[in-house]
């Protein structure tokens, strides 16, 4: 079990294009969370998943962006005609409840996106 | 609805003394609690949860936290600071259901940096 990774790591794009990130998730876990961390900021919730199913979204969540899940493996997170308000790093997370009805979730490394 | 205040924005320290960063939350329900640390350019790594098992909680490289739902307070410690300890530190809160199951989106702190002198 090598954890939670993502792809790519780092991504320059130019304003007005679509970007696509992938998340790898622990193997067994079946919720998988988006986030999104701004510089000297929290990490701020975007969406998650159980299995296939996107169970909540984020207002922060615009119509520009869209995720999936589609075999309740990997997931994508798009983000269409990029802005620059866009720059940050976007984290996945994955998780397994335990007996105790406990979600911990375990971070992948991140994506940082830079718009110029 | 849940939210995590962190007392301290910057917290300084001398190598070989005790480390404290306050934490206070907010919830429904009883939640579970997490603490987290970034170190630069790195991802998000799990110290700590509280969990209902037990209010004091042990986690990694010498941390514990103690849960204190009278002051609703989740302060993380060490006894002993190390300069591997110098990064960016999380409380979590994870929102939990009427069954105390929890689900969903966590919700973090505004981060402390811990800076940690030779």
């Known amino acids: 079990d090598t954890g939670v990774s993502q792809d790519p790591r780092h991504k320059i794009t130019k304003r007005g294009q679509n970007v696509t990130f992938r998340c790898d998730p622990i193997s067994e876990h079946n919720r998988l969370y988006w986030y999104r961390q701004t510089l000297g900021q929290g990490p701020e919730f975007l969406t998650y998943?159980?299995?296939?199913?996107?169970?909540?979204k984020s207002r922060l969540l615009s119509d520009r962006f869209s995720a999936e899940r589609p075999k309740g493996s990997f997931s994508t997170l798009e983000i269409q005609r990029t802005e620059q308000g866009d720059s940050a790093m976007y984290l996945c997370a994955s998780s397994l409840l335990d007996g105790w009805g406990t979600d911990t979730q375990y971070f992948g490394p991140g994506t940082r996106l830079t718009v110029l | 609805a849940q939210s995590v205040t962190q007392l301290d924005s910057h917290v300084s320290v001398s190598e070989g003394t005790p480390v404290l960063l306050r934490c206070n939350y907010s919830s429904s329900y009883s939640p579970s609690l997490f603490w987290y640390v970034q170190h630069p350019n790195k991802g998000l790594q799990l110290l700590l949860k509280?969990?209902?098992?037990?209010?004091l909680v042990k986690g990694i490289n010498g941390f514990e936290a103690e849960f204190k739902k009278s002051e609703t307070s989740f302060h993380l410690t060490k006894p002993s600071a190390h300069m591997s300890d110098a990064a960016e530190y999380f409380c979590?809160?994870?929102?939990?259901?009427?069954?105390?199951?929890?689900?969903?989106?966590?919700?973090f702190g505004q981060g402390t940096i811990l800076t940690v002198h030779p």
């Open positions: 998943f159980q299995n296939e199913a996107q169970l909540e």
């Open positions: 979590v809160v994870s929102p939990a259901n009427a069954g105390g199951t929890s689900y969903g989106k966590l919700t």
């Open positions: 509280y969990t209902s098992a037990a209010t």
